[in-house]
Nanobody, 123 residues
Framework: QVQLAESGGGLVQAGGSLRLSCAAS??????????MGWYRQAPGKQRELVAT???????EYAASMKGRFTISRDNAKNTVYLQMNSLQPEDTAVYYC???????????????WGQGTQVTVSS
C-alpha cells in the first residue's frame, strides 16, 4: 500500500525558512507517480493549493507563494520537497503532501495524502 510520510514542520520566526519533505513508500513496479503537490489548511479555513510539480518537472504555485516557496522532487527517492523562505504568520497552517499515482496494471490514477505537518510562524 502506498503511504506518504512528511517531515520538516515546526516553529519559526517571521522571515525565517523551513524545508518540508514527503517520501512515499510502497511504490513498486505496479505504480508510477504522476504529479506531486503541497496543500495547506489554516484553522477555520479550507485546504488550499500551495504548489504542484509534474513528472516532467513543470511547477505551479499559488500566487501568494510564488517567489517565496520552491517545490522540487527526487524521483529516485519518491520524494517531494517544499523550500519555504520569507515565512510570514499568515503561512501558519498544517501542510499536506499529495501524490497522484498511476496504477499501471489497472489503468487508473489515485490520490494519496500525507498525515500533515504543522508549520507555525511567529511574529
Amino acid at each position: 500500500q502506498v503511504q506518504l510520510a512528511e517531515s520538516g514542520g515546526g516553529l519559526v520566526q517571521a522571515g525565517g525558512s523551513l524545508r518540508l519533505s514527503c517520501a512515499a513508500s510502497g511504490i513498486g513496479n505496479r505504480f508510477r507517480i504522476n504529479a506531486m503537490g503541497w496543500y495547506r489548511q489554516a484553522p477555520g479555513k479550507q485546504r488550499e493549493l500551495v504548489a504542484t510539480i509534474t513528472s516532467g518537472g513543470t511547477t505551479e504555485y499559488a500566487a501568494s507563494m510564488k517567489g517565496r516557496f520552491t517545490i522540487s522532487r527526487d524521483n529516485a527517492k519518491n520524494t517531494v520537497y517544499l523550500q519555504m523562505n520569507s515565512l510570514q504568520p499568515e503561512d501558519t497552517a498544517v501542510y499536506y503532501c499529495n501524490f497522484n499515482v498511476r496504477r499501471i496494471w489497472l489503468g487508473y490514477d489515485s490520490d494519496y495524502w500525507g498525515q500533515g505537518t504543522q508549520v507555525t510562524v511567529s511574529s
